[in-house]
């Protein structure tokens, strides 16, 4: 062999990535409200892209007079009124009597609300209350006393089981098992390690059930009832539509900002010095990808919901619970693009269908073996059968893993392990089987 150092010349192609096929790239992911401000931000630096908000449009004063007229203006004016969410504070302090309670103590009981965090639970230390505010430390507990009889109750509880407990005494004033339960058995209630609470309380495990049953229907966030959430919206990117010739699939473009080319500043300044000359060129160049990349960014969404479409004609006719099986990987392959870029086309991005809007990232599910070597199931449909299984089993004797396994080969030709339904069924947020057990 041939040690020696020497020059060699080899020719390689290589594929570079240029700042506009990144651009491309990144446009094809992005949702319409990014690509909404990423063309706001491209109108900013560059002079020759000019944003055309189809959205807005211009007041005329007489047009708008002459349609008031013909409206009935009896209720307008109050349903212009904005919603003014009231916060936290003011909203427990309203349900004290203010000029019944000592200065010192309100103090305290505004400064306790303060530590109350989103689920409405006191998250602070009394003893440094007391000595923040200078009161005595009887004081501070009077205050988060006090707090702890508003409404919802449950409110200023220091833990989950003093919540609970609050609620009990509020809504179950007779209920003297409950309180127990809670007060002494509350870990080994929650395990459901209920022979030994029966045991230890000389009651039956029926009794036991019961008030597992009622606690059910208590709140363990009560802070969530008073939080005002605003009201968020969904603006599909694409929809699909049922027409006498079938399904067709349009892309909605009506919350994206058109561009245009500002062809008055172009050629006011075109034939300025060499310097200026090269800047608007390369702005030229930039505005052109941009519009490039738009329309690939259209075309191929376009492409991946078509196909979509193609491949779920269930889904569309008879209901999400006959989504069938499909990956990534499958449409790239019949696309003929690379399954990072049917990730990206459907990243972050909705459609609105005959039957409701859906993500697009929804439509994927990983295929699921069955008896039969012709066909194939979605983890959805195994989804939907486990629940089907769970909901019709004998509470007294619920199914184990195991059993929905065996049961979804013998009845369903599904083959799964027991692995993956435990996985699916945590999915669904169904407890096992001991903790779905019932006692009658």
């Given amino acids: ?263 008055k500043y172009f050629h006011k300044f075109k034939d300025q010095d060499q310097q200026v000359s090269k800047f608007l060129h390369e702005k030229v160049q930039d505005y052109q990808w941009i519009l490039k990349s738009i329309e690939q960014r259209k075309e191929t969404l376009t492409r991946v919901v078509t196909k979509i479409v193609e491949k779920q004609p269930a889904f569309f006719q008879k209901g999400p619970q006959y989504l069938a099986p499909m990956t990534m990987k499958e449409i790239a392959s019949e696309l003929d693009v690379h399954e990072s870029t049917v990730s990206r086309a459907v990243r972050e991005k909705y459609v609105q269908t005959p039957i409701g809007t859906f993500p697009l990232k929804s439509f994927f599910s990983s295929t699921i073996q069955t008896v039969s070597e012709e066909e194939s199931t979605s983890s959805t449909q195994v989804k939907n059968a486990i629940s089907k299984l769970i909901e019709k089993e004998n509470k007294e004797k619920p199914l184990s893993d195991q059993d929905i396994a065996e049961q979804l080969k013998v009845l369903e030709g599904i083959v799964v392990s027991r692995r993956t339904i435990a996985k699916y069924r945590d999915q669904l947020g169904i407890p096992s089987s001991s903790k779905r057990k019932r006692f009658n």
């Fill in 1 to 263: 062999m041939n040690f020696k150092a020497g020059l060699w010349q080899q020719q390689t192609l290589k594929l570079t990535m240029t700042q506009e096929l990144s651009q491309a790239i990144a446009l094809l992911q992005y949702s319409a409200q990014e690509l909404t401000a990423f063309l706001e931000n491209k109108a900013l630096e560059n002079p020759l892209v000019q944003i055309e908000n189809v959205n807005e449009r211009p007041m005329n004063p007489l047009l708008d007079r002459n349609r008031r007229k013909h409206q009935k203006t009896e209720k307008d004016w109050i349903e212009q009124i904005g919603a003014k969410p009231y916060s936290l504070e003011e909203q427990l302090i309203s349900q004290l009597n203010i000029s019944k309670l000592p200065a010192e103590e309100l103090k305290a009981i505004r400064y306790l609300i303060q530590n109350l965090d989103e689920n409405g639970y006191f998250t602070g230390d009394l003893h440094e209350v007391a000595a923040t505010l200078r009161i005595p430390l009887e004081l501070a507990e009077d205050g988060l006393a006090v707090l702890q009889t508003l409404e919802p109750a449950g409110i200023g509880a220091r833990n989950l089981q003093e919540c609970l407990h609050i609620q009990v005494d509020y809504l179950m004033p007779d209920n003297e098992l409950a309180k127990k339960i809670i007060s002494d058995y509350f870990i080994p209630f929650a395990e459901k390690k209920w022979k030994q609470i029966a045991k230890e309380l000389q009651v039956s495990l029926k009794e036991i059930q019961g008030v597992f049953d009622e606690i059910q229907f208590l709140n363990p966030k009560p802070g969530a009832l008073l939080g005002i959430e605003t009201a968020s919206y969904i603006i599909p990117d694409v929809i699909i539509e049922q027409t006498q010739e079938g399904l067709i699939v349009r892309m909605f473009d009506d919350p994206i900002p058109k561009i245009s080319f500002n062809d």
